[in-house]
């Protein structure tokens, strides 16, 4: 319980203390990090890092970390996820509204379970998604994920929403 409260209290500093007017999400030198907050719930810490090239591309870094398995047994979840991935954005040009984006993104990764050695895999997958800018610096990232597991051959789909802070480098 400490580690959430820590990472709420670390998030809200970020957003405070940060710059308040940042660009657009998708112009190029912007950084977007976010986070599931119904994930804590489940034990589990993730983060999402992404950063614009172009305004029609972007890279992502993203994490997850299984903290307790209050809800979410080790035997059905991995302990650590990660996957690094380009995004092509849609929504790049300023017709179709400053505060919309709907992107399709291929990823690669590697998942680990120390307990359950068939959960240890390099991973493969497709994320599709649309992100709402409410503000100049506060955004929502709804999408979908297909991840395929190249050791355990079986496609895991997956439904997720993100919030986060958009800022400048």
Not at 91 to 118: A, R, T
């Amino acid at each position: 319980m400490k580690a959430i409260k820590l990472i709420l209290f670390i998030s809200m500093i970020l957003l405070f203390c940060s710059q308040s007017i940042a660009q657009l999400m998708n112009q190029p030198g912007t950084i977007l990090i976010s986070t599931n907050p119904l994930k804590l719930i489940y034990g589990l810490v993730n983060i999402e890092i992404e950063y614009t090239i172009a305004p029609s591309t972007s890279v992502k870094l993203s994490s997850e970390y299984l903290l307790s398995d209050w809800f979410i047994k080790k035997e059905k979840h991995p302990v650590f996820v990660t996957s690094i991935g380009m995004r092509y954005h849609f929504l790049h040009n300023k017709e179709y509204g400053d505060n919309n984006d709907v992107y399709l993104g291929f990823n690669s990764g590697y998942s680990w379970s120390k307990n359950f050695p068939e959960q240890t895999s390099f991973l493969v997958g497709l994320d599709a998604g649309y992100k709402y800018q409410f503000n100049s610096y506060l955004f929502m990232n709804a999408k979908g994920l297909i991840t395929y597991p190249v050791k355990y051959p079986k496609i895991l789909p997956g439904l997720e929403c993100l919030f986060g802070y958009a800022y400048l480098k």
